[in-house]
């Protein structure tokens, strides 16, 4: 569990699968975050949740976002681990719309950061935004992460083809 001023980050439980679930489908979210525009099933999540929760490979680390009142506010995640070259990608969901705005993925970040190079002992973090998503790449850059690159016409949202934009911070 990693205890911040106003959130705590915990390992995700099955009880927020409900919530998962419904933000997983919320089209907006999906965009967003550059998931698949496929539904995802309370089963599907299940299977999920089954798989992270048994996985030893220690490549993947998921946690529940919440307020110091246990309010479930989204999840993040640090995904595809290399212990060799200690990186790994970084991804939030802020479901909660009323949060969003609010601090909640600055202190998530502050937070993940910290745990990943002083307690996991990587050296990079890397995630990619659809270059359109102004407020997050704002919040990217005060944070410390860097662009590394952009890829062209990589996403398909909202029946277009945007840009992406690699961002990458270093301990």
Known sequence: MLIGENIILRPVEKEDLE?????RNNIDIKNQALMHPFPVTKE??????????????????????QDKDKKVLGYTFLNAINWINRNCYFGIIIGDKDQRGKGI????????IDYAFHKLNLNKITL??????????????????????LLKQQAFV??????????????
């Open 44 to 65: 599907l999540d299940e299977d999920w949740f089954n798989y992270t929760a048994n996985d030893k490979s220690n490549r993947t680390v998921f946690f529940t976002i």
């Open 105 to 112: 993925g600055k202190a998530t970040l502050e937070l993940i």
């Open 19 to 23: 919530l998962f679930n419904i933000w």
């Open 128 to 149: 990619e935004v659809l270059a359109s998503n102004k407020a997050a790449i704002k919040l990217y850059k005060n944070i410390g992460f860097i662009e590394e690159g």
């Open 158 to 171: 909202n029946g277009k083809y945007e840009d992406v934009k690699v961002y990458s911070v270093f301990n």
